[in-house]
């Protein structure tokens, strides 16, 4: 990647070489033709495509590659080209999407501009929409053929411009703000005393964020100014909106300070509107607020801390009246998805800023960072938080859900009684509060887990802390709140209604299924774990609806007369 200096100091050479002389891997000159916009355009794509997958780099328009002399090289962009538009043209046309950044240069040659096109480097393969694509060997785009394809996979790892080095003495780029509260969150999360007590530059020497005497781009993160941030990390900043409506909002902020700054002021504007409740329990009060303080630090880290920074963008907060929204630039990685980022294994797309924050005691590199979140919310019998990926950002919702101490006293009661309450069980729990029943299915997809694990869950649950009881055998088994739990829940009433409820699904159960077939005894009590009497009591119940005995004794069948 050139920068604008660089770029400026190869443009004197002109009058000695030709543009192509100055070319290679991470530099092309491209010609801004007397071709129609499109074609421009399209060419401006299939460039941005063969930087992306060659690793990155710089593409100036507006020079002719082949021509010496500076005052006929320099041919130049017209001013009426937008750089806005071009951002966007190669952004949908690219395969998965690229944003490049445009500098622009002024020159006395020609239309008096020229145009560079940043390409920054991402995890290929990229593609033009119609599956097309080249790749930056050297100073020529070749076919990226399926060959070349596997090979780039198989050798190459993705870039994390988190670890570049920034050759600048870091005394100049430091923000004593930051770093002080840097030391406030270690002590708050218990980080050994051998680490905070170390000055500045041992401290950030022990943490790998200072090499020799310069900072990493993920140190400058972390620890440094404003002004150093926004010119060595463009990309980065952050957003909070206080929102009114859907598209109105009362109250903004905008930064580009360090990461822990802007954790404090995003934790800041949140607790403004965070409603508390107490609870008496003795002497002692505890408090709890509507978005739990750990859920808030792990999803605000999490954002920060595996943003694309690839991409112009910022880690929104949005702050509706019954719901937070945090998203940030990028999408999902190595194969996460919402349907299985609980527990699937961690990737991070920043290692080393990532590594930077674990070795602070900031965050936990285990994959338990989500784990946390989810449990934070659920233990005070709150709704999980909803991840979706929505186009080349990741969102995050947390509901506005009030506190259920019933259900925290459940979880105490079951937890003191020697019991290990995971994840899973208060996911299946939570979803019971909500639904009368879950079969197994369900229960692998509320805990994204397989068939297999979501039945030892059941069975858990069921078996060992007498919070779930079943219905039904075989495939038409499913399961409900126990007595005790809903005594703990929802109250008697509730429980009593539950029952009624049962029976009356068991009603409908049979009614369709005695639509398709004819069904016997043992089959209703196979299907609902009733006795004998009570399938013959529920069949009498649903004569008025057109069932009827057919045969005697074991040779009894139920029908349904569609007359």
Same mark, same amino acid.
């Given at each position: 990647?050139?920068?604008?200096?660089?770029? &400026?100091?190869?443009?004197?050479?002109?009058?000695?070489?030709?543009?192509?002389?100055?070319?290679?891997?991470?530099?092309?000159?491209?010609?801004?033709?007397?071709?129609?916009?499109?074609?421009?355009?399209?060419?401006?794509? =299939?460039?941005?495509?063969? !930087?992306?997958?060659?690793?990155?780099?710089?593409?100036?328009?507006?020079?002719?590659?082949?021509?010496?002399? =500076?005052?006929?090289?320099?041919?130049?962009?017209?001013? $009426?080209?937008?750089?806005? #538009?071009?951002? =966007?043209?190669?952004?949908?046309?690219?395969?998965?999407?690229?944003?490049?950044?445009?500098?622009?240069?002024?020159?006395?040659?020609?239309?008096?501009?020229?145009?560079?096109?940043?390409?920054?480097?991402?995890?290929?393969?990229? %593609?033009?929409?119609?599956?097309?694509?080249?790749?930056?060997?050297?100073?020529?785009?070749?076919?990226? %053929?399926?060959?070349?394809?596997?090979?780039?996979?198989?050798?190459?790892?993705? *870039?994390?411009? #988190?670890?570049?080095?920034?050759?600048?003495?870091?005394?100049?780029?430091?923000?004593?703000?930051?770093?002080?509260?840097?030391? $406030?969150?270690?002590?708050?999360?218990?980080?050994?005393?051998?680490? /905070?007590?170390?000055?500045?530059?041992?401290?950030?020497?022990?943490?790998?964020?200072?090499?020799?005497?310069?900072?990493?781009?993920?140190?400058?993160?972390?620890?440094? +100014?404003?002004?150093?941030?926004?010119?060595? *990390?463009?990309?980065?900043?952050?957003?909070?909106?206080?929102?009114?409506?859907?598209?109105?909002?009362?109250?903004?902020?905008?930064?580009?300070?360090?990461?822990?700054?802007?954790?404090?002021?995003?934790?800041?504007? &949140?607790?403004?509107?965070?409603?508390? *409740?107490? &609870? $008496?329990?003795?002497?002692?009060?505890?408090?709890?607020?509507?978005?739990?303080?750990?859920?808030?630090?792990?999803?605000?880290?999490?954002?920060?801390?595996?943003?694309?920074?690839? !991409?112009?963008?910022?880690?929104?907060?949005?702050?509706?009246?019954?719901?937070?929204? &945090?998203?940030?630039?990028?999408?999902?990685?190595?194969?996460?998805?919402?349907?299985?980022?609980?527990?699937?294994?961690?990737?991070?797309?920043?290692?080393?800023?990532?590594?930077?924050?674990?070795?602070?005691?900031?965050?936990?590199?285990?994959?338990?960072?989500?784990?946390?979140?989810? +449990?934070?919310?659920?233990?005070?019998?709150?709704?999980?938080?909803?991840?979706? @990926?929505?186009?080349?950002?990741?969102?995050?919702?947390? %509901?506005?859900?009030?506190?259920?101490?019933?259900?925290?006293?459940?979880?105490?009661?079951?937890?003191?009684?020697?019991?290990?309450?995971?994840?899973?069980?208060?996911?299946?729990?939570?979803?019971?509060?909500?639904?009368?029943?879950?079969?197994?299915?369900?229960?692998?997809?509320?805990?994204?887990?397989?068939?297999?694990?979501?039945?030892?869950?059941?069975?858990?649950?069921?078996?060992?802390?007498?919070?779930?009881?079943?219905?039904?055998?075989?495939?038409?088994?499913?399961?409900?709140?126990?007595?005790?739990?809903?005594?703990?829940?929802?109250?008697?009433?509730?429980?009593?209604?539950?029952?009624?409820?049962?029976?009356?699904?068991? =009603?409908?159960?049979?009614?369709?299924?005695? +639509?398709?077939? @004819?069904?016997?005894?043992?089959?209703?009590?196979?299907?609902?774990?009733?006795?004998?009497?009570?399938?013959?009591? *529920?069949? /009498?119940?649903?004569?008025?609806?057109?069932?009827?005995?057919?045969?005697?004794?074991?040779?009894?069948?139920?029908?349904?007369?569609? @007359?």
């Amino acid at each position: 990647m050139k920068s604008k200096i660089e770029i &400026i100091s190869l443009l004197d050479q002109l009058d000695i070489v030709v543009a192509d002389d100055l070319e290679g891997q991470d530099l092309d000159f491209k010609e801004w033709g007397n071709r129609s916009l499109n074609d421009n355009l399209s060419l401006m794509v =299939k460039m941005a495509v063969c !930087m992306a997958n060659g690793g990155g780099g710089t593409v100036v328009f507006g020079v002719a590659d082949r021509v010496r002399g =500076k005052s006929k090289a320099l041919i130049g962009v017209p001013y $009426e080209v937008d750089v806005l #538009t071009l951002q =966007k043209c190669v952004y949908e046309r690219s395969e998965p999407h690229i944003t490049p950044v445009f500098e622009e240069i002024r020159i006395f040659e020609g239309t008096g501009r020229i145009l560079l096109m940043h390409v920054y480097p991402g995890i290929p393969p990229y %593609t033009l929409t119609d599956g097309a694509a080249t790749i930056r060997q050297g100073k020529d785009c070749i076919p990226f %053929t399926g060959t070349l394809r596997r090979q780039l996979v198989e050798t190459t790892g993705q *870039v994390d411009l #988190t670890a570049e080095i920034v050759y600048e003495d870091w005394k100049d780029n430091i923000s004593p703000s930051a770093v002080e509260r840097i030391r $406030e969150m270690m002590s708050a999360e218990r980080a050994p005393d051998g680490l /905070k007590d170390l000055n500045d530059e041992d401290l950030l020497s022990s943490i790998g964020a200072l090499k020799g005497n310069h900072l990493t781009k993920g140190a400058i993160l972390l620890v440094g +100014r404003p002004d150093a941030i926004a010119r060595l *990390v463009p990309e980065y900043r952050w957003s909070y909106r206080k929102m009114m409506s859907d598209t109105d909002y009362s109250h903004r902020d905008d930064g580009t300070q360090a990461i822990p700054i802007a954790l404090h002021e995003l934790e800041r504007f &949140i607790a403004v509107d965070n409603p508390m *409740v107490t &609870i $008496e329990s003795g002497l002692v009060h505890p408090e709890f607020s509507t978005y739990p303080r750990i859920a808030l630090r792990e999803a605000l880290l999490n954002a920060f801390g595996h943003r694309d920074f690839r !991409m112009i963008g910022a880690v929104m907060l949005k702050h509706y009246r019954d719901k937070l929204i &945090i998203t940030n630039p990028g999408q999902f990685i190595g194969g996460i998805t919402p349907l299985n980022i609980l527990h699937h294994p961690p990737v991070a797309r920043n290692n080393h800023l990532m590594d930077l924050l674990d070795r602070l005691k900031l965050v936990n590199r285990s994959n338990l960072g989500v784990s946390r979140i989810y +449990r934070s919310l659920l233990v005070e019998g709150k709704e999980p938080p909803i991840y979706r @990926e929505v186009g080349n950002h990741i969102e995050l919702t947390f %509901t506005a859900s009030p506190l259920n101490t019933g259900f925290m006293n459940l979880i105490n009661k079951v937890t003191e009684s020697n019991q290990l309450v995971d994840v899973d069980h208060l996911l299946i729990i939570q979803y019971l509060m909500r639904h009368e029943d879950i079969d197994t299915h369900n229960a692998a997809l509320v805990t994204q887990r397989s068939l297999e694990q979501a039945r030892e869950l059941l069975s858990r649950l069921a078996h060992n802390m007498n919070l779930i009881e079943s219905v039904g055998r075989g495939r038409g088994r499913y399961y409900t709140l126990t007595r005790t739990a809903y005594e703990h829940l929802k109250g008697n009433m509730t429980y009593e209604r539950q029952q009624s409820l049962d029976k009356e699904a068991i =009603k409908i159960r049979l009614l369709s299924i005695l +639509r398709e077939r @004819e069904l016997t005894n043992r089959e209703i009590r196979q299907m609902t774990g009733l006795t004998s009497k009570q399938v013959q009591r *529920v069949i /009498k119940d649903l004569v008025t609806d057109g069932v009827k005995v057919i045969g005697h004794g074991m040779g009894a069948r139920y029908v349904l007369n569609r @007359e």
